[in-house]
């Protein structure tokens, strides 16, 4: 255990007692707090209207938030869809504000209040929630890198911001309010995806009424985070509104060196008319991070090297810096007779450089390790996505439709313009490390500059969603999609891959309500995704297509529990996966490859004062066709993965008190292998948490939040690289955040 743990608990329990003196103190002022609540709310409405009510019925519905006393009252009540931990509605999945039980296809929400009592601060931490999701080659630990349902990589255009395709590298920051996740296919509506699904982060939005928050906290690692988040009226009668995010962090990494520090500003402006709604918001961010790619499983025990976790393996400048800007422009028009038209555009940009001592071999026998000084200069992602929607409620032949009509264009820009290559060197011992013989590399390698890929999309698509009668409604959609994509490397320049063509995308779905509060459903979709290479090891790689078929049932209680039970199936032909070759990481196609497997996932209130959230999936994810890898399981695929979160709110029931909530729960995975070949495995894992937060009820309602994060000081592994056994990321060990806000 670091020093830092017990002068944090030094910190910790000046805090607590702090706290208790403040609460035998303070006045209690409950009536105050829900009169403010109630301001920043949406009207209350009736909490047993049926799903089948109106459009502007639903709206509100879902929209009604309970009125209680939290870190941030006033800011916290945004969140369409979300009614505390139970979700209600989704928009990503239809395209339309659509409630979960109407949906052919499991979407799971992981709204604000769970991630505010998880203090979750990263994309992982969030989709922990979630069934069927795991890690997967992180970058050293620089990119979000998601699996769903067996499925996913970095940089596999899977995480979208408010329905857009991004270049973040970091997608969850300071903008983040709730994410959705939809699973299975989703191709028809977002393009280019894997079977898996898809990610929706939706950001915090500007508010009519004046509210803010400022917040700080500090970890048992080291160091701490700073933050604020205003948001009002420009004008006095509301039409124009402002929100304004900040966040600083700089805290010191867990290992036995780096550093993380971010910068984020976050500024959007919402002008709101009788039918109108624009939506301008820009995102900025600077960051300097570790790159740090874990530690190393000894082939000839299946396990990691016997060494103390905190033990890195390669150097003081392993670390990544850069910056991240985004542009969202929004814009709903409501054009009467039930018909709206939406324009929504995106462009980001992410540009950073890092420096790294890469492990290239382990001698087993010795503990020696073979290192390369490599690095990436000046690299640039950038995006480009635009889309119009045409929606409408409308009756053909006495038949309700839901139809969308829509047009898209997608862009990505990637280049990595100098790499930097130098000799291997064997001068360091994984059990007597010593640091500081293997300097950074300046040599530019012509032949692996300026790494390109380009990959443009025009799409036309269209969908409908037609009720039958009260309890049968079928959905089906088809996109028509041209693609060109562009992929090479050298100094002189070598295109590697060049490829265009088109395809037709479909998907289908029925669901049968047994009730107003079940249903159930199935559907089937195709996807495709085109495919490059940079280098000349393939040369142009035929496009992934693939099919997956799905049936479950859904239970949506009001102002209760919202359950998804699904079992599923997906194929996929021509798949990508890594390989080393020369010590450069290609890409190559692994033939056929099937998922199947089966989720469940329960979201809301037990009771008035407890909340849950919990999940359970089993995947069977492996190759069905190839030459090598016949059989084999996909890499950093757990068969198991569950969670279980569970929070009690004790001051909802004592009125005029100040408010006491606590909780915890576990997160788990099951075994995964750790490479394509399956020649070792990722051990299971479970990791236990706890929180406490206290809210004095004042004017300006200050909280208190103590979260305790892996108690057991579990050791675990979260995913590796796939396709060696040199870089296995490591879980974080025991850690301690406190933290405060100020709602004003």
Known sequence: MKVQYSKF?????ASVSLGIMINQAAAADAEKSVILAQATNSPATDPNKKTDADTDELTADIETDPITVTASPYLGAEQTGVDGYQPVSTSVATRTNTPLIDVPQVVNIVGAKVIEDQDA????????????VTQTNTLGATQDAIIRRGFGA??????????????????????????EVVKGPASTLYGILDPG????IVTKKPQAEFAGEVNTSLTSFGGGTAGFDVTG????????SFRLLGDYEKTDYWRNFGETERTQIAPSLRWEGDSTDITLSYFHEEYSVPFDRGTIFDLTTGSAVNVDPETRFDEPYNVTDGKTDMVQFEVNQDIGQDWDIGFDYSFSRNVYSDNQARVRSYNAATGDVTRRADATQDSTLIKHSVRTDLTGDVEIGGLKNELLFGVSFDHSDTLRTDMIRCSNVTNFNVYNPVYGNLAKCTTVSAPNSDQTEKLSTVSAYTQDSLHLNDQWILVGGMRAQYYDILAGKGRPFTANTERHGQELIPNGGVVYKATPEISIYSNVAKTFR??????????????????????????????GLTTNIAVYTSEKNNVAYSEDVGGETVVKAAGSVRSRGFEVDVAGALTDNLDVIASYGFTDARVTDDPDLQGKRLANVARHTGALFLAYDFGTSVPGASNFRAGGGVRAVGQRPGMNDNSYDLPGYSVTDLFASYTLDTDNPVTFQLNLKNIFDKVYYTSSIGSTNLGNQIGEPFQAVLSASVAF
């Open 197 to 200: 699904g898809m990610i929706n």
């Open 9 to 13: 608990g030094a910190l910790l329990l």
């Open 233 to 240: 009226a420009l004008v006095e009668n509301g039409s124009l």
């Open 121 to 132: 601060r990263t994309l992982d931490d969030v989709l922990a929630n979630v069934s069927g």
């Open 530 to 559: 085109p495919q490059s290479s940079i280098g000349s090891y393939v040369g142009d790689i035929a496009p992934e297509e693939g099919v997956s078929y799905e049936v479950g049932t859904k239970f949506q209680i009001a102002n």
């Open 154 to 179: 970095n940089r596999d255009d899977s995480i979208l911001v408010n329905g857009l395709k991004v270049a973040t590298p970091r997608s969850f920051n300071v903008m983040a309010d709730h994410v």
